[in-house]
């Protein structure tokens, strides 16, 4: 992922709801609406206006961990891990930037008064965005606070539900969401994935989705010479750890592999017609839009 670019956009209202403008007590430390400075909050106290959730140390939830470390220790793959971010709390990173000030004081309102400014200033609470290696606006998604913070450190963690989070980032138009950039472990979550999580169902990669490969054995009929079409994960499903682990999943490179396997006597040609029409028909299945990320085609000898 690229630096953080600008994040101009207004704040959905189900996140903007959890906020407050900001304010700032005699040191100028920002403060939440009681005076309580946000420096060194301990996020497992009562009352903390952060986030709704109670008895939460800010901290990635057990099972969000638990199923962290089996994709890591290969017990688990994209699909189950995917899955087992519903209903889990993250956070999502926002900036609270200064909009405008209020009008100053006409000048006979009183001594020393005059210019003084009426009220407080105004701040906008804005959602973080990042972009990704092939232009797509990505949000940030993260598991703990210290995450967050490690990420960039002028942000403040808002907490909600996993399909909240993944509600406003198609609000957002946002096409990927990442989990934890910048960290040891991050997690490339792609647009059918985000989309599944957002409706609360459960997310079936398009290399694993049986009524996929069956839309796209329907096509054969339309691609002369080509025998058999042979449905694997991309060369991108796969990602690294910061330390160079392997993971099985979370890459952002191609998700589906279409392997097109040639009649039998084929020659360059038929190969270089066969993929053309291969490519052609793809571009009508409906199934394939809407289930796969990104695709990949190769000829198989």
């Known amino acids: 992922m690229s630096q953080q670019d600008a994040a101009g956009k207004d704040l959905p209202g189900h996140i903007a709801a959890l906020l407050q403008r900001q304010r700032r007590d005699a040191q100028g430390r920002p403060v939440d609406s009681a005076g309580v400075p946000w420096e060194d909050r301990d996020l497992s106290a009562e009352g903390n ?34 899955n087992a971010l519903a209903g889990q709390r993250l956070f999502v990173p926002v900036l609270a930037e200064l909009a405008e000030e209020a009008e100053p004081v006409a000048g006979d309102a009183g001594p020393g008064d005059a210019g003084a400014p009426v009220g407080d200033k105004q701040a906008d609470i804005t959602l973080i965005s990042v972009t990704s290696r092939d232009g797509r606006q990505t949000m940030p998604v993260f ?12 942000a403040r963690p808002v907490a909600a539900e996993t399909e909240r989070i993944m509600l406003a980032a198609l609000a957002e138009g946002a096409e990927l969401a990442v989990l934890d950039p910048g960290a040891e472990f991050t997690f490339v979550l792609r647009r059918p994935a985000v989309a599944a999580l957002a409706q609360a169902k459960a997310w079936v990669p398009s290399y694993q989705d049986p009524e996929l490969a ?88």
């Not at 210290?146 to 002028?154: F, G, K, S, V």
């Not at 589906?256 to 396997?261: A, C, E, K, Q, Y």
């Open 49 to 82: 206006p952060l986030h709704t959730f109670d008895g939460d140390d800010g901290h990635a939830s057990p099972a969000v961990r638990e199923a962290r470390d089996r994709l890591l220790a290969g017990e688990s793959d994209e699909a189950g891990f995917v």
């Open 143 to 154: 598991t703990s606070v210290e995450t967050l913070t490690a990420w960039h450190q002028d």
């Open 214 to 301: 069956e839309a796209l054995g329907s096509i054969l009929d339309q691609c002369p010479g080509v025998a058999q079409l042979q449905v694997q994960p991309g060369d991108g499903v796969g990602t690294l750890t910061a330390t160079g682990q392997s993971v099985p999943g979370g890459g952002s490179g191609p998700e589906l592999s279409i392997g097109v396997v040639l009649v039998r006597g084929a020659d360059d040609v038929d190969a270089r017609l066969a993929l053309a029409s291969v490519q052609t028909s793809l571009a009508e299945v409906d199934l394939l839009r809407e289930r796969a990320d990104s695709v990949q085609v190769k000829l198989v000898r």
